[in-house]
């Protein structure tokens, strides 16, 4: 009689598994279209009816998955997406893609993964194997997953299921490094639980690496964004010394940057954007300070970084001042709103605090970027320009925030009147040229 184990590892390596991944978005679909291409049936359960219609339908609205690989799936009968949890009923490996934000008070916002949770009590049977994605602090996956999914099920973990928690490593735009190529750690609440998932991964993606438990997978994968924010915190509070020293950041970074070891280019900008990196290390600083201990580090990066869009601000106000002009009434314009060049997701942009600060002064604004069409944030709305380049030549001041690699710099340069580069976009151009202030 073989042990669920090893039944699974069977269905897993004949393909015969039936997979179900929680969630939709810019992990979950690629992990679903990539276990579909191994030769599993995949079926995405999402929330929001129109994804699961775009997807049915052959259509994608992650970047990084073109349409054609949806339609061809969909066609295939590998790739399926539903809005129903049950079916759940019938899945072998199930991986829980949901999000993880933050709550207006600063917390973590575990809402997404209760409810996935909690539906995936309904339909858990002997033979399971669970593996959690969403970024969350060390423990989520013992402490919170595991007792609501054996409260009435009375399943063994390790013996009849298995669960296991493997951080994403999406890096949304990015073409080198892909779900398929960039190695996924995994961890599970017993061994069994790390050879089965990892067995189970290990069957589509390249490179899989097993760790001893579920709590050191979640905390890798919040070492390695925490390193990020306080390393870009960093190089902000660099931009802040230099700018107090008169001295200039930009090629003090290129000069670090050369030492060939020992040292990781970071660089300043106007504040920290997306859904990864200024909120994963407030999950582990808020779960420290449950254990009576203070992150510093974590503390002081945020601070830093949160404070960024206010001194671009400054920076707008100074330079207008230069040319005896008051901020309010002056016609400002932002150029990219994107959290980061090249990707249509504004989740987090320090756009939106600069645009919200520029506001409140009593600024004329306006804004251009390419992959965002419209912004709705607070208690206001706008659209982007279509005519960057007439937009330039009316601003009184330019603020180039997300420097997306389609924008012509050129042009830019040779039609403003002041510009203030947050991004060192201009490069040199910018530097010898009075009319520009950079960071
Ligand atoms: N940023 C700076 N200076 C830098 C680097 C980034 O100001 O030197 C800003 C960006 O403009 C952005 C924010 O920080 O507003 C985050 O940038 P990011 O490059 O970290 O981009 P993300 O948020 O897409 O980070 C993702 C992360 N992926 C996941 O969390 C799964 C991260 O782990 C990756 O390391 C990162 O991509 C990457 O390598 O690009």
Redesign the pocket.
């Known amino acids: 009689m073989k042990t669920y184990q090893e039944d699974l590892q069977d269905k897993f390596q004949n393909r015969s598994a039936k997979i179900v991944i929680l969630g939709l978005g810019y ?1 979950g679909l690629p992990l679903a279209t990539l276990f579909a291409e191994s030769g599993f049936d995949v079926t995405g359960v999402e929330p929001v009816l129109s994804k699961v219609e775009s997807i049915n339908r052959g259509e994608s609205y992650i970047q990084d998955i073109p349409s054609e690989k949806i339609k061809e799936l969909i066609q295939s009968g590998k790739l399926k997406a539903t809005n129903d949890f049950s079916a759940l009923k019938e899945a072998d490996g199930v991986s829980i893609c949901v999000p993880t934000p933050l709550r207006k008070t600063g917390d973590p916002d575990l809402s997404f993964i209760l409810v996935a949770t909690d539906e995936l009590a309904k339909y858990i049977h002997p033979g399971m194997v669970i593996v959690l994605e969403s ?1 969350t602090y060390p423990g989520t996956t013992r402490e919170i997953l595991l007792p609501k999914l054996t409260e009435n099920s009375e399943l063994e973990v390790g013996e009849e299921f298995f669960l296991a928690f493997s ?8 073409e080198d ?1 892909t779900t398929y190529n960039t190695p996924k750690v995994i961890g599970g609440i017993t061994a069994a639980c790390s050879e089965i998932a990892s067995f189970w991964y290990g069957q589509a993606l390249e490179t899989v690496v097993p760790v001893s438990s579920a709590e050191s997978a979640e905390m890798a ?1 919040l070492l ?2 925490t390193f ?2 306080i ?2 915190g960093l ?2 509070e660099m931009a802040i010394m230099c700018d107090r020293l008169g001295l200039d950041v930009w090629e003090i970074i290129d000069a670090a940057a050369t030492k060939p070891f020992g040292y990781m ?14 909120i ?1 290390p407030l999950y582990l600083s808020w779960k420290l300070k449950a254990l009576n201990y203070t992150a510093r580090f974590i503390d002081l990066a945020s601070e830093i970084n949160t404070e960024m869009p206010r001194y671009v601000v400054k920076k707008v106000q100074d330079a207008l001042n230069e040319q005896q002009k008051p901020l309010k009434g002056s016609k400002i314009l932002i150029i990219g709103t994107a ?3 090249d ?1 249509d997701d504004i989740r ?3 756009s939106l605090d600069i645009i919200g600060l520029l506001r409140q002064k009593g600024a004329d604004l306006d804004y251009h970027d390419p992959y965002i069409p419209t912004i709705s944030h607070d208690d206001w709305t706008l659209e982007s320009l279509n005519d960057i380049d007439e937009g330039v030549q009316n601003a009184d001041c330019v603020v180039i925030v ?1 420097d997306h690699s389609t924008y012509d710099y050129e042009g830019i340069l040779n039609n403003a009147s002041l510009i203030i580069d947050t991004r060192n976009a201009l490069g040199n151009a910018g530097r010898d040229d009075p009319r520009v202030v950079r960071l």
């Open positions: 992990v970024t951080p994403e490593r999406v890096d949304p735009g990015r490094w994968k390695e964004n990020r924010m390393n870009i190089v902000n280019k970071f660089t300043p900008g106007p504040g920290l954007g997306g859904h990864c990196i200024p994963d959290y980061k060049p990707v987090e942009s320090p997300t």
